[in-house]
């Protein structure tokens, strides 16, 4: 649901983002981490603690035994040469492609805060396919809105991380253009792309061992949506990323304000009534989505457009030291 003519603010990149600032993105690409080296707490721990993906371990360093070392790693034979306990240390080596699902849909273009969730959506596609090159992974995409979809194939450059922010920064382009009184907002209902779409390219995408991150509101997410993300799980990761706004969330009934939704407008009343109701249907439908996702294994990471989405995943995945950043 949109609200007309309620930009966050009159700043052009709160409505449109742009490649400069995409690529400026990368320098913030830190301090956060999409692989298991959480603590226990962390929302991806119990994912990755009962099936590890990827190319074996290596070797590091043999030193000592510290307190809350797995007793499974000690070498026995340096301990008994060594006169002291020590442990063998190993690092995963791992190569995980990262396929990165952006939402750019009519949906998606409202904010009342900072910025619309379009913009917002591809600021943390750019920080997590940054995040994924800086760590040596493929990063690949699904950009899509009302009218297309692209894809691009998984690879190791930053050649590829720009066509894919070259996708997202054109695609919500296209929303600040779809808005435009002299554009025809009428589309053909054959000619939609839908969410389910976007999910079904991904899963032909991510045949094994893939981190899939959806980024999306999540509008037109039914059983089906269900059924494709449960087959991409099956050999996959997966993390979803909700974006919402705060007015979306908690909607105050004021005389004049209207409502636009699926092509159609809709005077809203007010009264406290209409908020607590709005309010408590916002929270049944994250409930929903979250408990899915959840019976999955893949974590929803609700983001706010009220604070840069960069500050939002350093305080879900942690704060992480240099020596144990990953991507």
Same mark, same amino acid.
């Given at each position: ?7 966050p ?22 301090g956060? !981490? ?13 994912? $990755? ?10 070797? &590091? ?20 040469r ?10 995963e ?19 009342s ?53 070259h ?31 976007a ?5 032909r995408?991510?045949t $094994?061992? $893939? ?11 039914? &059983? ?16 979803v ?8 969330? !908690? ?14 407008n ?10 607590d ?12 989505w979250?408990s ?25 995945f942690?704060?992480l030291t240099?020596?144990t950043?990953?991507a």
């Amino acid at each position: 649901m949109d609200l007309k003519n309620s930009p966050p603010s009159d700043d052009a990149s709160s409505l449109q983002t742009t490649l400069a600032r995409l690529m400026q993105i990368k320098a913030k690409a830190r301090g956060f !981490s999409f692989l298991p080296r959480q603590p226990v707490h962390s929302l991806l721990a119990g994912r $990755h603690a009962s099936r590890l993906r990827g190319r074996g371990l290596a070797f &590091e360093e043999l030193r000592q035994y510290a307190q809350g070392d797995d007793v499974r790693t000690i070498d026995w034979k340096a301990t008994a040469r060594l006169r002291s306990p020590h442990v063998r240390v190993y690092n995963e080596e791992r190569e995980r492609p990262v396929l990165i699902i952006v939402d750019q849909r009519q949906s998606m273009f409202f904010g009342s805060r900072r910025a619309m969730k379009s913009v917002v959506a591809a600021e943390l596609a750019a920080l997590t396919a940054w995040r994924t090159l800086l760590a040596g992974d493929r990063v690949g995409g699904i950009v899509f809105n009302n009218h297309e979809l692209v894809e691009l194939r998984p690879h190791r450059s930053q050649n590829q991380v720009l066509r894919f922010l070259h996708e997202v920064v054109r695609m919500n382009q296209i929303l600040v253009e779809d808005t435009k009184p002299e554009t025809k907002p009428d589309v053909v209902a054959d000619s939609k792309v839908t969410l389910n779409q976007a999910v079904e390219a991904a899963l032909r995408r991510a045949t $094994h061992d $893939h981190l899939v991150v959806l980024i999306s509101d999540l509008d037109g997410a039914d &059983e089906e949506t269900r059924r494709l993300a449960t087959l991409i799980a099956a050999h996959n990761d997966m993390l979803v990323a909700g974006i919402y706004d705060p007015l979306g969330a !908690s909607l105050q009934g004021h005389a004049g304000m209207i409502a636009h939704d699926r092509g159609a407008n809709y005077n809203i009343p007010e009264g406290k009534q209409f908020a607590d109701s709005f309010q408590k249907e916002f929270v049944a439908v994250l409930d929903h989505w979250q408990s899915v996702f959840r019976a999955l294994k893949a974590p929803v990471i609700p983001i706010s457009t009220a604070t840069p989405p960069v500050d939002q995943l350093r305080t879900f995945f942690g704060s992480l030291t240099a020596s144990t950043s990953g991507a």
